[in-house]
């Protein structure tokens, strides 16, 4: 392949723009990244439930599709009846803004608000 | 010619169909929704160049279609729906400047589909919690799309048989 030399400069370009916006968006997401408070769990659009990070414990969700833990202030789905298994091979979120997805059972597990929050609503 | 360009679009409507077929039986490597390698794009890039961008845009839409029933979901095809569009337009417009290559221009068609997905998932699961995976899938649709924009600048410089009926995007083939 003999590509124009001008061409495969813009293609350079290009390239780099993209990994550079990528680095950026990453770099942004790792320096605002703070504890969460809780894991809210959405399935099917829809919350459904939100648990505190500052209590250990193993939830069923949707009905028993995937399976939530939390323990030490980090939550992570330990089962899923999905071929994929790829919310289980995520493994553990505990700063604000991280989610697990579970695309086939369509079930989201996003870590919200500060862990000061969640212990006013639980008392 | 007529006949020669319908068989041409059924093959590479067959062949992205095949692409897709195999990369669904390759397992995820990465635990992230929607990175994948895009192999049925080496075959829209292909058409895109030899074809044209209508077929090509009908050789896309028809795989989606088609991967869907056969091996998808519903699911399944609102996302690669959202992607496969998503992309198309992009790589359209940055054929059209004429100061790319097939390398950029895959490039694009890969970020934007992974693009079109989280829109996609955000809209249907009804939060934006997915955005968080944008990032990681921006650095692994331009991975993804450097490998499948080589191969298809290959495919196009291997098979340079245009189907098309003007000789107006012979000039973005160089020899």
């Not at chain 1, 390239?15 to 950026?24: D, K, Q, V, Y």
């Not at chain 1, 989610?99 to 919200?112: A, D, G, T, Y």
């Amino acid at each position: 392949m003999s590509f124009d030399r001008k061409v495969l400069r813009r293609d350079l370009l290009l390239i780099l723009f993209f990994l550079l916006l990528s680095a950026a968006m990453f770099a942004f997401s790792h320096f605002r990244q703070q504890e969460g408070g809780w894991a809210v769990v959405t399935v099917n659009s829809k919350e459904v439930a939100r648990y505190s990070l500052l209590q250990d414990g193993r939830y069923i969700l949707n009905n028993g599709t995937n399976t939530l833990v939390i323990e030490d202030h980090t939550a992570w789905m330990e089962d899923a009846l999905c071929p994929d298994q790829i919310c289980v091979d995520m493994g553990k979120i505990r700063y604000s803004g991280q989610s697990i997805v579970c695309l086939p059972n369509r079930v989201v597990v996003s870590i919200e608000g500060v862990p000061g929050e969640a212990d006013l609503y639980i008392g | 010619m007529k006949t020669r360009k319908l068989t041409g679009m059924a093959l590479s409507i067959a062949l992205a169909m095949i692409m897709s077929f195999l990369e669904s039986q390759i397992p995820s490597f990465v635990p992230i929704p929607g990175v994948k390698m895009g192999l049925a794009n080496i075959v829209v890039v292909f058409a895109l160049y030899q074809f044209g961008w209508k077929e090509a845009l009908g050789i896309s839409m028809l795989r989606v279609v088609l991967v869907s029933i056969l091996f998808g979901h519903l699911a399944s095809f609102f996302y690669s729906f959202a992607g496969a569009v998503l992309s198309f337009v992009g790589m359209v417009l940055l054929k059209q400047t004429g100061r790319f290559s097939h390398i950029a221009v895959s490039v694009t068609g890969g970020v934007l589909h992974n693009v079109g997905q989280i829109a996609m998932a955000c809209l249907l699961l009804g939060t934006n919690a997915i955005a968080y995976y944008l990032p990681f899938l921006i650095l692994s649709g331009t991975v993804a799309g450097i490998l499948i924009g080589l191969l298809a600048a290959l495919l196009v410089k291997r098979i340079p048989v245009s189907f098309q009926e003007t000789t107006e995007d012979s000039k973005d083939i160089k020899e």
